[in-house]
């Protein structure tokens, strides 16, 4: 079984200030895959930013980064030059790696709502 | 990326009547999958949908209550049948396309307000 944890239900950062969105998680696979999701107020799932296990370097999207930790079992979000738009509920999720249905299914973590102040 | 279209965006639904929310992509993908988000929650697997086949259901989620098809490589349905208030939820269908890497996409997701 694996599971996901993110211990900030809400984080407050300064608009063009860095902020960083822990989440820890816990699984037997040898394999896996990580993901950042944002989810505005509309409800959409938006795709940010994707780790694999064996991955030798944190992955880096724009203005998002993962902070792969492996031995600590972590992968924390940073986002850079944080813009009001930012502002939304952010969930970290895994899924088991392979080529099999259940290797794409995503356990979720509880969120950790950003809002970026003016 | 992947377009992932859902409809309907919204909806406010009668107790004890069923709704269906349709998924389509915009290309072909190898996965399909529908989850639920309850109010103020994080989100839960209901089913991968199968194409050609009966879907896989998670623990917690019969077809009867949430039948779901998959007729071809693009489109699925959800129906929530027999509502009751505790059915209103963010109703939201994900997709994997074979050969994007990792990359797994979300619909805009259905919100389903039962009274």
């Known amino acids: 079984a694996q599971k996901i944890t993110q211990t900030q239900p809400g984080m407050f950062v300064q608009e063009k200030e860095a902020v960083t969105l822990d989440c820890t998680y816990d699984?037997?696979?040898?394999?896996?895959?990580l993901f950042w999701y944002k989810q505005p107020s509309s409800g959409e799932m938006i795709f940010l930013i994707y780790q694999g296990s064996y991955d030798q370097q944190n992955a880096t999207e724009g203005r998002y980064s993962l902070n792969f930790q492996k031995a600590r079992k972590s992968a924390n979000l940073v986002i850079s030059a944080s813009q009001l738009g930012d502002s939304a509920m952010y969930f970290c999720a895994m899924t088991p790696a392979g080529s099999s249905g259940s290797a794409r299914q995503l356990t979720f973590g509880s969120g950790t709502q950003l809002t970026v102040l003016p | 990326s992947a377009v992932i279209s859902q409809k309907p965006s919204r909806d406010i639904c009668q107790r004890g009547t069923s709704l269906t929310i349709q998924c389509q992509v915009d290309?072909?993908?190898?996965?399909m999958f529908w989850y639920r988000q309850q109010p103020g929650q994080s989100l839960t697997l209901i089913a991968t949908?199968?194409?050609?086949?009966?879907?896989?259901?998670e623990s917690g989620f019969v077809i009867d209550k949430f039948p779901i098809s998959r007729p071809n490589l693009t489109f699925s349905t959800l129906t929530v049948s027999n509502m009751s208030p505790e059915d209103s939820s963010i109703y939201l269908c994900?997709?994997?396309?074979?050969?994007?890497?990792?990359?797994?996409?979300f619909g805009e997701g259905s919100w389903l307000t039962v009274v």
């Open positions: 949908a199968n194409q050609g086949s009966e879907a896989t259901y």
């Open positions: 290309s072909q993908v190898t996965m």
């Open positions: 994900s997709a994997l396309r074979g050969g994007s890497g990792n990359t797994i996409y």
């Open positions: 699984t037997s696979d040898p394999s896996y895959g």
